[in-house]
């Protein structure tokens, strides 16, 4: 069985030079059914909307599902729903 990610060696050193040349890398592009952009749009709200997701990766999902949200939210009822997903009094409580 493999070694979990989680528990391969390698310096944060190492990590940090690797994680700082990602600012060269030409970018990623991605191919999504506009039900699954607004699925991962939904998890994106979600997880921004996690009190203790204050640090600037936040910051940058937040960036990511604007995006996904003008790509999907086309209509105006879309459009209102999709806002609703960044505004915790729509939010419901969970089924039993």
């Known amino acids: 069985m ?3 990610a989680a528990r391969r ?3 944060l ?3 940090q030079a690797e994680f700082a040349d990602l600012e060269e890398h030409p970018g990623v592009v991605l191919r999504l059914g506009a ?3 607004w699925a ?3 998890q994106l709200q979600l997880a921004c909307r996690h009190p203790a997701n204050n640090g ?3 910051q940058i999902a937040e960036q990511v599902a604007r995006q996904l949200q003008a790509a999907v939210a086309t209509t105006p009822v879309l459009r209102v729903v999709a806002e609703m997903g960044w505004d915790p009094a729509y939010d419901e409580e969970p089924s039993p």
């Open 13 to 15: 050193d190492q990590f």
């Open 2 to 4: 493999p070694e979990p």
């Open 40 to 42: 991962v749009l939904g």
């Open 56 to 58: 600037p990766t936040r």
């Open 9 to 11: 060696e390698f310096s």
């Open 35 to 37: 039900v699954e952009a």
